[in-house]
């Protein structure tokens, strides 16, 4: 049977989830999947009952092809849901069929009071006892943006063993989250063996969101079968591609004040036992720090089966940075967005596969952002303390503010980036 490469999106939210948009619907999910490039999105919030009868009225089933819906364009969807367990722990949950939705619905229902209220809903069980259920019904689990410091498996856990107990062999994948990538991951050794999910835990369809981080499979078909077998690299089914954000862009990159933003290395912030000296406020530990703490090599010791990672910048924010508009849904940007989709046919293959010679014909300020970025050529402001972080492009000044050990610098960014004192050093 031959095998394709399939671009999949496997953590969304639909509109019953807390900070989700009303746009947040089946249709429009698959309407603009396409234009963002995706072959396979998760559904969202299957365990939902209102949600899951949307994805019945709005979707149909594919025949033959037990567990995946499919819109009119052909985009797929196969059955996912994030949960919270008792430890505030997030988990991402795929299904073989509406079936096993069910019967996992059953078994947390004693559980759970939000099951139908709320889109993530929690269930009072811990990790342990939910992989249990869900791998006796099929299902794949795993855990979601497994750095973050709010609600993830590593805030909480030092290992996967220590979360999913005697089910942690059987845990085949670990979703990235958008403050971690490949490199940073692969400097923990427990985590060689298991295959890494880029996903983008949307919010909104629109393409700056869904499908910002995604993954690359070679499959036979977009069906749950093939995925299962293409996460457990199976048959020559496998991960071929990891696409993220920059990891400096997530919201959680770096120990960071949640008041006033300074940057704190991890060392002062122990020091000063998590509380900000300049305002008084929680300092909150950042994903690079955490991996820091768990590692066991200073540089990533890359698996064989370990597919390359590559960074995108979604399109209408390159597009406002090129016209230098911070409103990404302004109608100048969303026109000259258009005009990319209606030349190349998505936006994935704009960012990462157009010539830029081609690109040019659109618009040529924005071919030369699309070159910068590919070359690597942009500087950050890291995210940190729940604040995105920010793409700078070559000579644009930013400021950012850290602790020198002994008091708030305000520093440029382009100074930064040639320092090699401590702390600033630490953050490029």
């Known amino acids: 049977m031959d095998l394709e490469k399939i671009n999949a999106d496997l953590h969304l939210h639909g509109q019953f989830s807390s900070a989700v948009s009303a746009d947040m619907v089946p249709s429009k999910i698959g309407e603009q999947a396409a234009l963002k490039g995706l072959q396979l999105v ?6 939902n009952n209102r949600w899951m009868q949307m994805v019945k009225g709005q979707l149909a089933a594919e025949s033959g092809n037990e567990g995946v819906f499919i819109h009119q364009n052909g985009t797929r969807f196969v059955l996912q849901t994030e949960i919270e367990d008792a430890m505030r722990v997030h988990h991402i949950l795929l299904f073989p069929s509406l079936g096993k939705v069910q019967e996992v619905r ?19 069980l811990n990790s342990a006892e939910i992989a249990d259920i869900a791998i006796s019904a099929g299902c794949l689990i795993g855990p979601s943006h497994a750095f973050t410091p709010w609600t993830a498996m590593y805030k909480e856990y030092d290992s996967l063993e220590e979360c999913y107990g005697s089910n942690s062999k059987r845990i085949s994948f670990i979703e990235l989250g958008l403050s971690a990538d490949t490199d940073m991951a692969d400097r923990v050794s427990e985590l060689n063996r298991v295959t890494f999910l880029s996903n983008s835990d949307a919010h909104s369809p629109w393409p700056n969101k869904m499908g910002r981080e995604f993954t690359t499979l070679l499959m036979a078909e977009a069906s749950f079968e093939e995925l299962s077998k293409a996460i457990r690299r199976e048959g020559g089914r496998r991960p071929t591609l990891n696409v993220k954000l920059n990891p400096k862009e997530g919201k959680y990159h770096r120990t960071r004040c949640m008041g006033c933003l300074t940057f704190f290395a991890l060392g002062d912030a122990m020091r000063l036992r998590w509380r900000c000296p300049a305002c008084g406020r929680p300092i909150k530990k950042g994903v690079l720090e955490r991996i820091d703490e768990l590692a066991s090599s200073k540089e990533p010791l890359h698996p064989d089966h370990r597919p390359p990672c590559i960074h995108i910048i979604p399109l209408s924010e390159i597009i406002g940075l090129s016209l230098d508009m911070k409103n990404v849904y302004s109608a100048k940007v969303q026109e000259m967005w258009r005009l990319f989709i209606k030349r190349f046919g998505n ?5 990462t596969a157009a010539p830029i010679s081609e690109l040019e014909g659109v618009d040529k300020r924005t071919a030369e952002m699309i070159q910068l970025f590919r070359e690597d050529k942009f500087s950050y402001i890291p995210g940190g303390a729940g ?10 000044e930013a400021k950012m503010k850290f602790w020198d050990g002994a008091k708030v610098v305000t520093t440029d960014i382009n100074a930064i980036v040639d320092s090699k004192q401590r702390p600033l050093s630490e953050f490029f």
């Open 387 to 396: 604040e995105y972080g920010v793409p700078v492009p070559p000579g644009k």
């Open 42 to 47: 998760g559904t969202a919030d299957i365990l």
């Open 347 to 351: 936006e994935i293959t704009v960012l």
């Open 106 to 124: 059953e078994r947390f229902a004693s559980k759970c009071k939000d099951l139908d209220t709320e889109g993530r809903p929690k269930i009072h």
